[in-house]
């Protein structure tokens, strides 16, 4: 059944059907259908098949001087590893806002990597009755990102070992005139990237031949230390074989081996740029000042001294264009950059929100989900997202669900592929009033940065009624705007009726001030204890080696840069297992690294994988077309 | 100026401008005006942008009992390292066909690699005024089927490493235990891929628990020969330190490293099945029967006994759907697969070939390339590929140029980058003369297959008539249906019309049946013996290594494939010095390989490098993007 915007209610069935098969019910609208619901005339985007398009940056300067829309981030309280439906929520909420509450809305999603959907995990298109289709493109290839930051990262990994080589087998002039090759009138000459470099090192000479040997020296060498690269290959393929590996092992190389490894691709700086990045410009920018190790001398080494800033900009020329799609109900969807949310800021991205903004235009929502708990994604989403991007958001929900709770009141450790514990499946107030500690550490936390903060409750049919009161009383002592339940996976939209009313009247009831948890110009380490205090931590230690990194990068010029912590999601501590609302603790900052382009700096509290494995029996072992439809069959 | 076809002629410039420049200053036709010339409809294609589409499978179903066009290989001479213009004189030739002669005509060309882009050679999408437009688009990214090749072998990759580990730490029983994992009721299910490994087993139960011990060690346990993989991980970079490599060496891995190392992803043997496989099951199946190395008893293991083959497909599912672009002229073109043309057949793909064929109808023409020289370019075309499609040419040009004869008469030798000698450059119809001898053998043995052949002389401003009379005599006697001159990369189509003409006449002249070089019933070695004949061999000779895997593969029952000779494209013989047409050399073959589900037999006559390297000053220098227009700068 479709209203005149073009959204649909969905009929919905008890129990809830696979995720698959509810994807597969629906004949999703061509995707133009939902532009021209935005009003997105056709050059504004580009079609990739009938239910993806490529919204163009060029939108952004047609809509420059129209007004935003209400933006809304969705955070989560600390989750079990089952996780607590926080992809689930945005995407109902935006169905009950589109398909029910006639308000125009834009949900802004992560794109997922593809690597873990053939291993343990499955898709992530949300869930139930509640998702973004065809969930398949959602979870696969998609329009193409993630392998544009594949090729990129990699064509930079090539570009550093292959210079090392070459540096190493050649003498300062014989490099120096093949980095300026003579053309048809021999005459020498530099490229225009070369300048970067060149100004860099202060050098003002236009011409190669004015150079001194001294300067040919400076510019030509770039004398990477092998040992301080901190440049990656990566790949979107769970591959644990790669995690640490020796490369340069043929004849070719002469003997010039290095360990190294490979990440998941999605864990690439570049993928952080794409979701920082503002413009073509800012991301050439960002591309081109990205750190990937050190010279001899203790100079940072850039992609642009490598002389690959450009080409990687054209690397990820479409990628920086958000992709649209629709969920259930058909209301829009962008989907754009997927960050890690420990080593990165775990946010989709700014250009995608900003486009967001302005299609839904006053009165409009955005509603943009932030990684992890909301002591990370909202967090980051804060202090390095809206930094950037100069955005702020009126209202912050919070995903609870009363499994959560109940283990941080101190119920039985849930573990993935096993049973739940009859604990999660009974009435238990007590454990879940015990749990609320958790989340009300998550309001105030939030409320901090000046939004009103929307409670949702994403209720399981084994929850009771008793169980929900005491969230939602622990919620509104803790200073939520409201709180409210939601049963958006079993009813679409129409279970996200009441939780779109309350974010309807927290966006508008205010029009606050973003206050950031601290400001950029003070030191590394105050930026750090500032962000562990609002952990609960009673101070910070840092290794001899996190102190050192710290003092290079202060050395380096980098410290005004946000922080961005690599932290476990699964305690407000460091320690996982440390449920609820812990305090006191020293948090231990094993490591400190930066991603320059991408503009933050990340102490490692703790060790991060940042390539996951396959089972035994992985995921793959389902998934097949159905050669004769053209159906994907078995994904999950 | 456009024609009513939508077709448009070019304004033509002298000297001809960079390739990126004449590129530039077309405006392409709307990819839809393009698919609207070939009858087809909307539903039948999927746009990616405005200037690609995917056309879609199915346009086969609906068009099947419509007549083919005819159809036109495109192979050339023993090339000198600087390309003889193959690709452009395709291109020139079709623009010719379409604009000039007003014939429905489709070009098929192959995807080109994206990572020498930014190495040592540039682009591949034709050249001058013959040229495949956007050709940015064209050398990078495409619609994605390249990266799709690249996930799809890197995670067959990846199952095998994790498998063996898996295997290494579990019991029989265990490990069975996990492969069949009870479902919610407790009950064991095998998923649908296994019974594919049930079936090689000769195992008929259908219920995990009726398996006897013996009988789930032998399901279970793959019991992978490290020492035998054959399956390598690939990247679409120019990455050296990649070619051999240690992985494994992560602590979590437990020790269980292994040498292998990385190809450029065009040669992936899932490249090959892309560009020979006729349906969407047939490409389900030959993915699934890939072979990556051999148990510790000798079996060969396939993707699909790893349970992965159903996955490989779905990854492969848009890549399967040739990608529509158009000439600077306005004439389609299908861009389709590029495998390798040495480890592979280096020809386009099949199901391009035959929608264009379809498409273009009885009076169409389609005209497609094959790569290297004919002795293996077009030697593939026959034998490996049109033996799978069933189709077959009524014509073959061989592109020839006075450089290259040249060179085959005795001139110096010709080294990319490098001035070129005075010979070349100055008239000498003796060299030329001499060196149409190797012209000759390819006129014989491509006339040997029952085609018209007409050779195109490719010319160049500094070629003279007596030259070009030297060798349009020479090709007459050797049995050329016709011989003519050629000026596409200076004048467009307009400048291919007489080879227009002459393939026109060349097709309509006759209906020959195809006569391949061998039958596929007789052994690896006849067949190996019958093709080393055509090279002028007067004997082949096997290194004790390339006995057994002919032993072997035999007795695996491969060995009634056709055979994919991996040799220097730079002469007949495995010498690349040898220029002209040897005779009496004894071909050595040094290893035989297999891609058993793109289906062919791989003997390695000599070391073929698959994956290049970047040189001291890669092209990635001069590219980058011009952030306030969005356009590409600095790509050749």
Redesign the interface.
């Known amino acids: 059944m479709s209203s005149s915007r073009g959204v649909r209610k969905l009929e919905v069935v008890s129990p809830v059907p696979a995720d698959i098969d509810i994807a597969n019910s629906v004949e999703p609208f061509h995707i133009s259908e939902i532009a021209k619901d935005l009003n997105l005339s056709p050059n504004h985007y ?5 239910y993806k398009a ?1 919204v163009l940056l060029s939108v952004l300067d047609e809509l420059e001087s129209s007004d935003n829309g209400y933006y809304v981030v969705v955070g989560g309280i600390t989750p079990t590893p089952l996780g607590e439906g926080k992809s689930t929520t945005t995407v109902g909420l935006c169905q009950a806002l589109g398909a029910y509450l006639d308000r125009k809305v834009v949900t802004c999603l992560r794109q997922p990597s ?1 690597g873990p959907t ?1 291993g343990i995990k499955g898709g992530a298109a949300g869930g139930g009755y509640s998702q973004v289709i065809p969930m ?1 493109e959602f979870n ?2 998609l329009t ?1 990102d993630i ?2 930051i ?2 990129a990262n ?2 930079l ?3 550093i ?2 210079r090392i ?2 540096e190493s087998t ?1 003498s300062d002039k014989a ?1 120096f005139n ?4 003579p053309n048809k009138e021999g005459k020498r000459k530099f ?4 300048f970067r470099r060149l100004k860099k090192l202060g050098i003002t000479k236009t011409q190669p031949e004015d150079l001194t040997p001294e300067e040919v020296k400076k510019f030509a060498r770039l004398d990477i230390d092998p040992n301080s690269i901190t440049w990656r ?1 990566v ?19 002469k003997g ?1 081996v ?2 190294t ?1 490979f990440d998941i691709s999605v864990a690439s700086e570049i993928m952080a740029v794409l979701a920082l990045t503002t ?3 800012d ?2 920018e960002r591309l081109g000042k990205m750190v990937i190790g050190n010279s001899k001398a203790g100079e940072p080494i850039t992609a642009d001294d490598l ?5 990687l ?3 990820m ?2 990628a920086i264009n958000p992709t649209l799609m629709q969920t259930l109900e058909g209301t829009p969807v962008l989907v754009h950059a997927g960050p890690f949310a420990n080593i990165a800021h775990g946010n989709s991205s700014i250009v995608a929100d900003k486009i967001a903004l302005k299609l839904v235009g006053p009165q409009g929502f955005v509603v943009t989900e932030a990684g992890f708990g909301a002591d990370i994604g909202t967090e980051k989403f804060m202090n390095i997202k809206c930094r950037y991007s100069d955005l702020r958001p009126q209202c912050a929900v919070i995903v609870a669900t009363i499994r959560a709770l109940k283990m941080h009141g101190g119920g039985p450790e849930v573990v993935a592929g096993k049973p739940l514990d009859h604990a999660y499946l009974n009435e238990n107030v007590l454990l879940v009033e015990a749990g609320c500690v958790n989340l009300a550490r998550h309001i105030i936390n939030t409320k901090a940065y000046g939004v009103n903060v929307v409670v949702a409750v994403n209720k399981f049919s084994t929850d009771t009624e008793a169980e929900m009161n005491a969230v939602m009383n622990a919620a509104m002592a803790a200073g939520a705007f409201n709180a409210v339940i939601c049963t958006h996976h079993a009813h679409g939209g129409k279970g996200a009726v009441d939780l779109g009313v309350a974010v309807q009247r927290a966006c508008a009831s205010g029009n606050q001030q973003l206050k950031y948890l601290y400001p950029l110009d003070i030191s590394i380490k105050e930026k750090i204890e500032a962000i562990a205090k609002s952990y609960g931590a009673s101070g910070v230690e840092y290794t001899e080696q996190a102190e050192k990194q710290i003092e290079m990068y202060t050395k380096q010029g980098f410290s005004g840069l946000p922080i961005c912590m690599a932290k476990t999601q699964y305690s407000f501590s460091h320690n996982a297992a440390e449920k609820g609302a812990p305090g006191g603790f020293i948090l231990p900052i094993r490591d400190v690294r930066a991603s320059i382009g991408a503009g933050f700096i990340y102490p490692l509290v703790g060790t991060m994988s940042t390539m996951p ?6 995921c ?6 159905d ?2 439809t ?1 159906k ?1 069959i ?2 999950s």
Chains 1, 2 share one sequence.
Do not use: W
Request: charged share 25%.
């Open positions: 580009d079609l990739y098949g009938k490529k593809q053939f398949d696969l290839h193409g392998h544009a594949t090729a990699n064509l990994a090539a570009a070992d292959t080589f070459h050649q490099l093949r980095l300026c090759p490229s225009d990237i070369m290959r790949m979107d393929v769970n591959d644990r074989f790669l995690r640490k590996i020796t490369v340069g092992q043929g004849p070719e190389e010039m290095r360990e490894g413009s073509l410009a991301m050439r002389g690959v800033g450009g080409a900009t054209v690397l020329k479409d494995g396959l089972p035994t029996r992985p793959f072992y389902e998934i097949d077309l050669t004769a053209g994907v078995g994904l």
